[in-house]
């Protein structure tokens, strides 16, 4: 079965920490990675990680706070979020497909070929 299976949303306080999962299964890609958006706003790239050569990509207005790791023995990739803020409230969803590229600071999959179902973050204040 083609899935992205993503886990660990929830509710956090501001300057707290969450870890975030996605396992990929039924499918081959290149690039897997995450992606946010918040109530009334479109979806954005937060970090991208290029299993072609384990470069790594990051939305500007994460850096230094998340960090996207992998285990591809499980074929799994996690996002490491530090130092959370209000802003950082949405619905997270894993995205897999073929190459990466930056525009307007923030990681974009050129060819998406898989969304998962989203996990929600929600960070008090």
């Known amino acids: 079965e083609v899935q992205l299976a993503e886990s660990g949303g929830g509710l956090v306080q501001a300057g707290g920490s969450l870890k975030l999962s996605c396992t990929a299964s039924g499918f081959t890609f290149d690039a897997i990675g995450w992606f946010r958006q918040a109530p009334g706003k479109e979806r954005e790239g937060v970090s991208v990680l290029s299993n072609t050569d384990g470069k790594t990509f990051y939305a500007d207005s994460v850096k230094g706070r998340f960090t996207i790791s992998s285990d591809n023995h499980e074929n799994t990739v996690y996002l490491q979020m530090d130092n959370v803020s209000p802003a950082d409230t949405a619905v997270y969803f894993c995205?897999?497909?073929?190459?990466?590229?930056?525009?307007?600071?923030?990681?974009?999959?050129?060819?998406?070929?898989?969304w998962g179902q989203g996990t929600l973050v929600t960070v008090s204040s």
């Open positions: 995205g897999a497909g073929f190459g990466v590229r930056m525009e307007d600071g923030m990681p974009i999959i050129k060819s998406l070929y898989r």
